[in-house]
């Protein structure tokens, strides 16, 4: 009986409802220039570039291959961070927070 109680107090304990000790605020509304400040490390350099490429449809950059970025001069790292951040927007698991990232 103890040991039942131990498990389930475990259990609750390990996969309680506040997983996270600090609640990240989120962008209201996500445009291209406010995905790429979330992504951070440079990409935003070529928030003018896409925007303007994409026509500020988000979706569209979201559904953007590798080849159509290489053509628009976005270098090999920035290319590899957009689309897999672009995936992770897609499946639900990332979203660019409000306040942008400290680069150190």
């Known amino acids: ?16 409802p506040e997983r996270s ?3 990240q605020r989120y962008q209201a509304k ?5 995905f790429l ?3 951070g490390k440079g990409v935003e350099a070529h928030a003018s570039k896409l925007e303007e490429a994409v026509g500020g449809d988000l979706h569209r ?3 953007a291959r590798t080849l159509r970025l290489k053509k628009l001069g976005i ?7 957009i689309l897999s951040f672009a995936h992770k ?3 639900g ?3 660019p927070q409000a306040e942008p990232r400290k680069v150190e």
């Open 1 to 16: 009986m103890a040991l039942a109680c131990a498990t389930h107090a475990r259990r609750f304990l390990v996969a309680g």
């Open 21 to 23: 000790f600090h609640a």
């Open 30 to 34: 996500v445009g291209v220039v406010e």
């Open 37 to 39: 400040n979330g992504v």
């Open 61 to 63: 950059l979201l559904e």
């Open 75 to 81: 270098p090999c790292k920035h290319r590899k961070l």
């Open 89 to 91: 927007y897609r499946l």
């Open 93 to 95: 698991l990332w979203k």
